[in-house]
Each structure stands twice: as structure tokens, then as C-alpha cells.
DNA sequence: GTCTATACGACGATAGAC
DNA sequence: GTCTATCGTCGTATAGAC
């Protein structure tokens, strides 16, 4: 009970809670909600599954703890993308590279999880509504940077934020292609943001 | 037992497993397939759900079925387009209407479940394998396609299976972000094509 | 803080009446 | 061909020992 233990297990405390919620996103995003086992989660942190309920209170509580804080670090990374001293199309590189590296497979798990919220429907509704405001967050982000890439004529033209959901669509849909395949697969910013580039295919104008 | 009342049973029987492979997709679709419950399923064709086991032997071999069976659809949309007398723009233009198109909800619950099948968990390696030997006939049915259009001219350079997959995840992308919401939402195949087409970016070339 | 044992409910699947 | 009633299993969540 001295101060010192205290510190001590609270620091047991946070890492087991992390390791539980790190092996959550996995078995969410690989079995999704329904599927994945308390269990699954449990063991895969390698502690019992009665232990989950020393740290969460419910499965369903701690996958929308999960998905809101994902998506409130997806849009953290757009407003970092935004507030860079770059060209708008270098705001886009980065922001592109950020979403598809970030040790690779984590960063798979995380964004299938948004995925699977926007998409599935095991949610509340009230729930559901606040992801997708959070969602749009993250989209009204990414289609300032297209307007101003507009405006310095980088980009072609079109609304932003559908041209924003283009590219978002490329890139999840690639994220998702490179979940399925073991093999690492490259993927290059320069290709997916060809779309909306302007004349920007190869520079093969002529 | 006379012929003619066993033509009308055999009606009804067919009529009933195709109100429930229809339901069963939507379901599977919008839950995925372990969140998916008979009762579900069978309430949604306002059908008992002792029916269900009348019709199919269990849940999952109907999933595998409904799954196949849409690969299957899609590959033979993919050699349609193949077999098109246009140039090779026309047939992705073909090919992406009859993707987005078909009845919209109808079409957009199919591709969610080539995607879920894809990229979820709960198949034995050995139809997993079969599946996704089946998409790829797919992907390599599209990627013929785009090499033709390099030679032509139309398409931009690049590996035609990289390309493909890229045109793929795109599609896939736009599909999913439709499911999402109640609002139509306007596909313009020029859109999807423009990332393929060579300095295509609304002709702005210069 | 971690574990095992158990209560309880839900769902897939079957049996049998109509 | 369709339904209701029921079994058996599995998984969430809890209780209580260590």
C-alpha cells in the first residue's frame, strides 16, 4: 500500500490494458466484432479471458473505445497534414505516406476497423452517427487540402470533398488489398494520388 | 403425387430458396456472416426458421454457395466485357456501369461480400484458396483489358495486373462508401476511369 | 492482479406435428 | 411445405479462490 506499489501496479495496470486492447484491434479487424472471441483476445495476450473483465467492462464498450480513438488519431493526422509548411500536393504525399506505413500491419488493423464501423451495423444508432461524424471529420480534412491544391492548380478540378472521397476510396480499397496479400506489396503515393493530379499521368502531355 | 402438382412444389421450392439465398445475402452483407442469424435471415423473407434447414444444410455451406456464386457472376461480367466488339475504353466503361449499376442495392450487397470473403477470417485455408483463385480470374480478366488499351494508346504505362488491382480497389472503395449512406450518390464511371486514362484529366492538357 | 469454475443466455441445428 | 418446440453448444459475463 505504500506509494511506491501503488506506482508500481498501475504501471502492470496500463500494460495490460494496452497488450488487451492492442490484440483487440487485431481480432476486430481480422474476425471482426462478432466473431472475435473474448477469448481470442484474451489469449492472444496471452492472459485468461476472465482477466478482460478486470479491464473493460464489456466487449461492446471497449470496440467502440477502440474505433473512436482510432478515428480521432486519423484525424489528428489530417490537421498535422493541414498545418504543414508544404504545397498541398506535398500535404497529400505525406498525409498518403503516413496512412500506409506506420508498421505497416498495425496500421492495416486500424484502418479496417473504420471500415468495418462505417460498414457493419452491430452499432447503436446514436454510436454509429458520432463515427460517422468523426469520419467526416477526417474527409472535410483531406478536401481542404484538395481545394488549395485546386486553387495552386495542382489538382483538377472537381467538388473537393467527392474528389476527397475518390482518393479515400483508393486508399482504403489498396489498404484493404494489402491485408489480403502476405506479400508486403508496394505501394506508391505517386500512383494513388495520380487521380488527381492534373495532366499529371507520367507528365506524358505530348 | 400427380405431375403436375410436383411441378408446382418443385416452383415453390425453387421460389423459396431464392427468396432465401436473397435474404441471406442482404443479411450476410449488412451483419457479415457470423452476426448473421437464420432468424434473420428467414424473418426477412417472413419465413419460420426451422424453414431454413428445409432448404440448406447449414449456414455456412450457404454462405460458401452465395459467395461462389457471385465470384462467379462477376467473372463472367469480366469476359462479357472482354468479349465486347468496342475499344478497350469502352469495355471498362461497360464493365464499371455493370459494376455500379444492376438494381444498386442489389449489386452493392454482392461486392460487400466478395470483399468480406476476401478479407475476413472464418473460411478453411482450402476455400479460401478456391476463392480467391476466383477473384483473380477476375482481376486478370480486367488487367487483359487495360493491356490492350496501352497498346492502343488510351491507357496510361504501368504493370496491367498492378493497374487492375488499382482500378479494383478503387471500384471497391466507391462501392463501399455508397452502402454507407441513404443518399444515392452519383457514380460517374469517367470518374473511376480517370486515374486509368493517359493525360485524360479533362482533356486540360495544356 | 491473475486465475479457474460456473451461471446464464443466445443461436445453430433437429424432431416431429400439421 | 411449413411451423413450433426442443436439444446441445458455445460465448459473454460473474464469482470467488489464490
Same mark, same amino acid.
Given at each position: 500500500?505504500?506509494?511506491?506499489n501503488?506506482?508500481?501496479?498501475?504501471?502492470?495496470?496500463?500494460q495490460?490494458?494496452?497488450e488487451l486492447?492492442?490484440?483487440?484491434i487485431?481480432?476486430?479487424?481480422?474476425?471482426?466484432?462478432?466473431?472475435?472471441?473474448?477469448?481470442?483476445?484474451?489469449?492472444?495476450?496471452n492472459l485468461?479471458?476472465?482477466?478482460? #473483465?478486470h479491464?473493460?467492462?464489456?466487449?461492446?464498450? /471497449? =470496440?467502440?473505445?477502440?474505433?473512436? +480513438?482510432?478515428l480521432?488519431?486519423f !484525424?489528428?493526422?489530417?490537421?498535422?497534414?493541414?498545418?504543414l509548411?508544404?504545397?498541398?500536393l506535398?500535404?497529400?504525399?505525406w498525409?498518403?505516406?503516413?496512412t500506409?506505413s506506420?508498421?505497416i500491419r498495425e496500421g492495416? #488493423?486500424?484502418?479496417?476497423?473504420i471500415?468495418?464501423a /462505417? =460498414?457493419s451495423?452491430?452499432?447503436? +444508432?446514436?454510436?454509429?452517427?458520432? !463515427?460517422?461524424a468523426?469520419?467526416?471529420?477526417?474527409?472535410?480534412?483531406?478536401?481542404?487540402?484538395?481545394?488549395e491544391?485546386?486553387?495552386?492548380g495542382?489538382?483538377?478540378e472537381?467538388?473537393?470533398?467527392?474528389?476527397a472521397?475518390?482518393h479515400?476510396?483508393?486508399?482504403?480499397g489498396l489498404?484493404?488489398w494489402?491485408?489480403?496479400?502476405d506479400s508486403p506489396?508496394?505501394l506508391?503515393?505517386?500512383?494513388?494520388l495520380?487521380q488527381l493530379k492534373?495532366?499529371?499521368n507520367?507528365?506524358?502531355?505530348?
Open positions: 500500500m505504500t506509494p511506491k501503488e506506482e508500481q501496479f498501475k504501471k502492470i495496470r496500463d495490460r490494458q494496452q486492447r492492442r490484440s483487440a487485431q481480432m476486430f479487424s481480422q474476425k471482426g466484432f462478432a466473431a472475435a472471441k473474448i477469448s481470442d483476445i484474451t489469449s492472444h495476450a485468461s479471458h476472465g482477466l478482460f #473483465y479491464y473493460f467492462t464489456s466487449k461492446e464498450e /471497449l =470496440y467502440i473505445e477502440v474505433i473512436q +480513438e482510432i480521432a488519431d !484525424i489528428e493526422l489530417v490537421e498535422e497534414a493541414n498545418e509548411q508544404k504545397s498541398s506535398g500535404k497529400m504525399e498525409l498518403t505516406d503516413a500506409h506506420g508498421s492495416v #488493423y486500424r484502418h479496417i476497423l471500415l468495418q /462505417l =460498414y451495423d452491430h452499432l447503436n +444508432e446514436p454510436v454509429k452517427l458520432e !463515427i460517422v468523426l469520419y467526416k471529420r477526417a474527409v472535410d480534412g483531406i478536401a481542404t487540402i484538395i481545394q491544391g485546386q486553387q495552386e495542382h489538382f483538377i472537381g467538388d473537393p470533398e467527392e474528389l472521397t475518390y479515400l476510396a483508393l486508399a482504403h489498404l484493404l494489402n491485408a489480403r496479400t506489396i508496394e506508391s503515393t505517386e500512383k494513388v495520380r492534373r495532366s499529371g507520367g507528365g506524358m502531355c505530348q
